[in-house]
């Protein structure tokens, strides 16, 4: 039996400016979309939606976490509280522990919500 490929979604990459792969698409993504026959170009990467709809719920069972939202060339959505700690993005060392560590999302999952979010725009 083989388990349906999906992306893992780390807690602690919301505490840094560098998380998330620094914002850019990971390989398995880019790897997916390869064997789905689909254009890199033509599908974008969905981090925001992935963490809003998976992540942040998840979290959310345990902390009271704000994100925000920034266009840059690194991580695009960060914490900027949790448990009412104020998040230094920058720090080396994370300055909270979060729970559950990760999530994984189906790459199926993923690829719908970025067609999803194209159809939008």
Do not use: C
Not at 79 to 105: C, F, K, M, S, Y
């Amino acid at each position: 039996m083989t388990s349906e490929p999906a992306i893992t979604l780390y807690s602690s990459d919301l505490l840094s400016k560098w998380g998330f792969n620094d914002g850019d698409e990971p390989d398995i993504w880019l790897d997916y979309l390869d064997e789905m026959g689909l254009d890199w170009d033509d599908i974008p990467w969905p981090l925001v939606p992935l963490v809003r709809r998976y992540l942040l719920p998840a979290l959310a069972a345990h902390h009271d976490i704000e994100v925000y939202e920034i266009e840059s060339i690194h991580n695009p959505i960060r914490a900027r509280r949790v448990n009412g700690i104020e998040i230094d993005d920058h720090a080396v060392e994370p300055q909270v522990q979060l729970t559950p560590e990760w999530v994984n999302v189906p790459l199926a999952d993923a690829l719908r919500i970025a067609q999803e979010g194209r159809r939008h725009d």
